[in-house]
């Protein structure tokens, strides 16, 4: 699909497929400063694509924990991708970036791009994968998924997956469950990627607190759908840390007193498609603040406290011959 010029090309792009979340720094920094350095010098070039596709491949560790220098040579590449080609026009009906963006489920778009040792399959006025609008439309669900609500022209794509999942959550926090509502909650609290990013780990927080009110409610009386999302909260604390923050009290997202729509809010942060969304709902509200790590802190210790009490007291009703399992 992709032209690989030269054999030092092609060990690049075998380098480029070894990078993860899991990478080391001095493994992957300068293999990304590398990438970006190429792509950066001719964003709109013949080669610019190759570039770009490396840069999607790395994503991965770029959205965990790379370094300072790496994560910001690696958006000015993509932001100049796509102030360069980001208004381009085609006649393609479709294009591999909205296909990607509809199976998003974990914010995963390295997994998404181009098998960059496949051959071309056309020219590149014919290739969907390589043209403008495609790359540009990668380089921009890539740059929010590194760092969200660093660039617009998003479309308003939810990944289907999402759709289902926020359909079944809302109809316990509605109080006209699908199925078993003990069972969504527990499956909720555990669908969380060991790596998330930063997108997907504000919108599990946001999902899971506004679910705790239908768990501390004595609706639930099975101690392990609360174990399973205090486990969840639990897991998530560490990513946290313990750092404030610049933000006033004020400053930080107000939630409403509507969970299902408090959990519509925690889904759509997980994906490019649902990020779009929310800034479309009001395009000045400085959405990034969502992510704010002691913020998302709060509402952490929040829930585990009331989850907690609510453990406790179930606990104590069951021991006095009260509802459980």
């Not at 006209?176 to 060991?194: K, R, T, W």
Request: with cysteine.
């Amino acid at each position: 699909m992709i032209d690989i010029p030269d054999t030092r090309t092609e060990q690049l792009i075998e380098a480029w497929g070894s990078v993860s979340a899991s990478s080391e720094r001095a493994e992957a920094d300068p293999l990304v400063l590398d990438c970006a350095r190429r792509l950066l010098a001719d964003p709109a070039g013949e080669q610019a694509h190759l570039w770009l596709f490396g840069l999607v491949e790395m994503a991965g560790y770029l959205a965990w924990r790379p370094g300072e220098e790496a994560e910001r040579s690696a958006l000015d590449a993509l932001l100049a991708v796509d102030r360069v080609v980001g208004e381009s026009s085609c006649a393609h009906e479709s294009h591999p970036f909205e296909e990607a963006m509809a199976g998003l489920e974990e914010d995963e778009v390295w997994l998404a791009g181009p098998d960059l040792k496949a051959p071309t399959a056309g020219g590149r006025e014919d290739d969907p994968w390589l043209c403008p609008v495609n790359v540009a439309g990668f380089a921009r669900i890539t740059a929010d998924v590194i760092a969200p609500f660093t660039v617009g022209g998003i479309p308003e794509l939810i990944p289907e997956a999402h759709e289902r999942a926020l359909s079944d959550l809302s109809s316990v926090l509605d109080d006209y469950p699908y199925g078993d509502p003990g069972d969504e909650l527990s499956f909720q609290a555990g669908n969380l990627p060991v790596r998330p990013t930063k997108g997907y780990l504000a919108g599990y927080v946001v999902a899971q607190h506004a679910s705790q009110w239908y768990a501390t409610s004595e609706r639930i009386t099975e101690r392990s759908v609360l174990d399973d999302m205090i486990a969840g909260l639990a897991r998530v604390r560490p990513h946290l840390g313990e750092d404030p923050c610049a933000h006033t009290a004020d400053e930080h997202p107000e939630l409403d007193g509507d969970p299902s729509g408090n959990a519509t809010t925690g889904y759509h942060l997980r994906s490019p498609g649902g990020r779009a969304e929310l800034r479309s709902w009001d395009e000045d509200e400085p959405l990034e603040r969502w992510l704010c790590p002691a913020f998302l802190r709060g509402l952490v210790d929040e829930a585990l406290l009331n989850l907690g009490h609510a453990r406790d007291a179930l606990a104590r009703a069951q021991e006095d011959g009260g509802p459980g399992e």
